[in-house]
């Protein structure tokens, strides 16, 4: 009896210490559930390995620029039609940001840059008179083209070629001179025409000023936007859509040209800006820009997002201003005889603050790396509207007592338009 007591009292001293377990009936050998088991150090690495650090890109394209129509009237009768366009645009970007954790989105600050690397200029100097006076003076109905001025690799050519007409020339027969009906006559040394131009002009044998000069081959025009944004990304796995959000500053500078009737009444066919004895204008351009800007997305996603195809649109609403000065020039007119002539010193300047929009558009394909490298290939489209400031009209003295009136000039603005190719390499740590 005794001994089963002490056998009694050492099983539960060693219950208490633990080295005696209850014995369960339910086999020791039953899984525990997979949802009940404890992370691992691993785990816990892995669950952290959330992307929340630095994006860098640069890039580099090419664009061209949509012609501007710098033309100029000075009277009913003296028109200019000019065409400037910047060609082969260098085009530069940058861009350097930081993604938050998880999906709560990310910063990015935006540089784009845009260099005129050279231009073509081409003006038509268009007047409604004759290289010779017909008897009876018939009514010229419309501007006839006298010169022709082009600049090309900083070549500048210019042809003047006064045209002609008489009446079996007079298709309609309604008595009056018309640009379809007149023609240009080519003569000899002696002053014989020998023959007439089989097409309009230009037509440098039918011409009787012809010469060529070297200019500047480049206007130094630059642009450039800043954006500040903040982005989002939204969609399933396949088909993403992304949105920003923020502010653009915009900044252009640069030179224009623009060819023009500067003279009052004298002898038909003189005082056009050939850019020889008669300089071009060159109204210098200042544009700044502010305001809010936002973007909408989409891209298609292959291969687990390794290639992705996207097309994206901005838009920006900004207030800006604009300023222009042509610097000086001179007009011409007749003075208190037609043998003399007398010139006016004129300069134009004008400036507005305005609203206005931008616009870009791209689209491409872009290929991402296990590593955070991603290579970019897209075409782009942008449109900087108003952002130009040229004369349209020009007012210049018409006689000797004028002159000390100046020179005026009626205003408008102009958009910007250029497209093109860019590439670009991004990094995301």
Not at 25 to 53: F, H, L
Not at 189 to 218: K, L, R, Y
Not at 303 to 320: A, T
Request: net charge negative; hydrophobic share 40%; glycine share 10%.
């Amino acid at each position: 009896m005794k001994s089963r007591w002490i056998i009694v009292l050492s099983a539960s001293l060693l219950w208490t210490a633990g080295v005696a377990q209850p014995i369960s009936a339910a086999s020791q050998d039953v899984p525990v559930p997979a949802d009940e088991t404890q992370a691992t150090p691993k785990d816990e690495t892995d669950q952290k390995k959330i992307r929340n650090g630095l994006y860098v890109e640069v890039g580099y394209g090419s664009n061209d620029m949509d012609p501007l129509d710098t033309s100029v009237r000075t009277t009913s009768t003296q028109f200019s039609s000019n065409s400037l366009t910047f060609e082969d645009m260098d085009y530069g970007r940058a861009v350097i940001g930081w993604q938050l954790r998880g999906a709560k989105g990310r910063f990015r600050l935006v540089w784009q840059g845009y260099t005129e690397t050279g231009y073509k200029f081409l003006a038509a100097g268009r007047e409604s008179s004759l290289g010779v006076t017909l008897p009876g003076s018939p009514p010229i109905v419309e501007n006839l083209d006298w010169w022709q001025v082009a600049v090309v690799e900083g070549q500048l050519t210019a042809t003047r070629t006064p045209p002609a007409w008489d009446l079996t020339r007079d298709t309609n027969m309604d008595g009056a001179v018309q640009q379809n009906e007149v023609f240009y006559p080519i003569f000899d040394a002696m002053g014989v025409q020998v023959g007439e131009c089989p097409t309009s002009v230009p037509c440098p044998m039918a011409a009787d000023t012809d010469f060529a000069i070297g200019i500047e081959s480049n206007l130094q025009n630059r642009i450039q936007t800043v954006d500040v944004l903040y982005g989002r990304e939204f969609g399933p796995r396949r088909f993403e859509g992304r949105w920003w959000g923020g502010i653009r500053y915009f900044a252009y500078e640069g030179t224009l040209l623009q060819g023009a009737w500067l003279r009052g009444p004298m002898n038909t066919g003189d005082g056009f800006t050939d850019g020889l004895f008669v300089r071009l204008l060159h109204p210098t351009q200042k544009a700044t820009a502010v305001g809010p800007t936002g973007s909408l997305g989409f891209q298609v996603n292959f291969f687990n997002k390794r290639v992705q195809l996207f097309m994206n649109g901005q838009f920006g609403f900004l207030l800006s201003s604009i300023e222009t000065d042509t610097g000086n020039f001179f007009t011409l007119s007749n003075g208190n005889t037609n043998d003399e002539i007398l010139t006016g010193v004129a300069r134009l300047t004008a400036d507005r603050s305005r609203t206005s929009w931008q616009t870009h558009l791209d689209g491409g394909a872009r290929f991402n790396t296990k590593k955070g490298l991603t290579i970019e290939l897209a075409y782009f489209k942008d449109g900087f509207l108003d952002a130009v400031l040229t004369p349209t009209e020009i007012r210049i003295p018409q006689s000797a007592q004028e002159i000390g009136q100046g020179t005026s000039a009626v205003f408008a603005t102009q958009d910007l338009v250029l497209d093109g190719w860019r590439g670009s390499v991004a990094f995301q740590f």
